[in-house]
């Protein structure tokens, strides 16, 4: 008989299971036709529970895009819950397990998209542990992504949320009442480290492996919240408030969540779009930024005798 008896028909292939079904059925010798919805408009998302990452699915759901997103544990509603209530996501967002120190996590996911978004990445500053909590993660994690990344022509192009701090980092603030002297050591800022290291790493893999790979860049991330629960960034603010942290230079480089949630896609959906984008809409004094708060949430501030 002919070869036609072995052609057959996935609809919804770019699915959980219905991608299992058409690898299985490939290897069975079939030819298979697949459906999806815009073969153009299939993208990936790591880490989409995060704060960032969740603004960034839910405007891609909004530009009409099918979004293939990453979380460590999907039967935890604390860091899905929100994603499953967004507008499309009913149709359009499918959530996977992924893990950044797991080889070959991220295959079965990025198998057909056309853009992937690699924003997972510890972010926090205090580790007991500094290699295994923040560098491994964001440097191993971040060269496992691309790896995957790799393996598939159909990806036109990643994005990578590296940060400000792989850009400008340097130690304390050197005001006019600090004496430098010989009591001084360095404070080890991992997170910077680990930022500057995945994205060192991240360009060099994407040019050896011919990778259209763009950076974005941005200062502290403020702005409304879609997860129930507070991030790096809330915490920033708090820690402010109440005195227990402040930036290394007594500055802030503010830029809004939504901002860079837009950023993201416009370095992917613009053709000449390449490098590094540094994303800051606001430089702003620690002063300043108390003086801000204290006026829009006095509630916050304890009242002075
Ligand atoms: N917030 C800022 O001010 C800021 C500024 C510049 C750059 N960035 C960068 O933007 C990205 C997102 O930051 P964010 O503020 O949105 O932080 P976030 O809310 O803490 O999100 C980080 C995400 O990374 C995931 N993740 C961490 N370790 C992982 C692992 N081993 N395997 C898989 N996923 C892992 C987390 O997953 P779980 O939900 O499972 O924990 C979470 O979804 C990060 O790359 C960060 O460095 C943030």
């Known amino acids: 008989m002919s070869g036609t008896e072995k052609v057959v028909c996935v609809t919804g292939a770019s699915g959980y299971i219905a991608s299992w079904l058409v690898k299985l059925l490939l290897q069975r010798g079939y030819t298979v036709k697949a459906t999806v919805r815009d073969p153009k408009k299939v993208v990936c998302v790591t880490g989409a529970s995060g704060y960032i990452a969740s603004w ?19 039967n935890n509603p604390k860091k899905t819950d929100h994603l499953l209530a967004l507008d499309g996501a009913k149709e359009r967002l499918k959530l996977f397990k992924a893990n950044l ?17 690699h924003t997972a990445s510890p972010v926090f500053l205090a580790a007991s542990d500094p290699q295994t909590e923040l560098i491994d993660p964001a440097v191993k994690g971040t060269l496992n992504v691309l790896k995957s990344c790799s393996k598939f022509s159909s990806i036109k192009r990643v994005i990578v949320t590296s940060s400000i701090a792989a850009i400008m980092c340097s130690r304390k603030p ?17 997170y910077m480290l680990s930022k500057t290291l995945a994205e060192e790493a991240a360009w060099k893999f994407a040019k050896e492996n011919g990778i259209d790979m763009i950076t974005m860049n941005p200062g502290l991330v403020i ?17 402010l408030i109440n005195g ?10 503010f830029v809004d969540t939504r901002d860079v949630a837009n950023a993201h896609i416009q370095a992917f959906e613009t053709p000449s779009a390449s490098g590094r984008y540094c994303l800051v809409g606001r430089v ?20 002075q005798e």
């Open 56 to 74: 960034l699915v839910k405007l891609l759901l909004q530009r009409g895009y099918t979004v293939k997103a990453t979380v460590r544990d999907p």
């Open 101 to 117: 120190l797991e080889e070959g996590s991220f295959d079965s996911v990025v198998d057909d998209c056309v853009g992937v978004f």
């Open 174 to 190: 050197l005001t006019s009442d600090v004496i430098l002297d010989e009591t001084w050591f360095s404070d080890p800022l991992w």
């Open 223 to 239: 702005g409304p919240l879609l997860l129930s629960t507070t991030t790096f960034s809330v915490d920033t603010i708090l820690n």
């Open 244 to 253: 227990s942290y402040s930036s290394y230079d007594g500055i802030y480089r």
């Open 284 to 303: 702003t004094p620690h002063s300043e930024t108390l003086k801000i708060l204290r006026e829009l949430f006095p509630a916050l501030f304890p009242t």
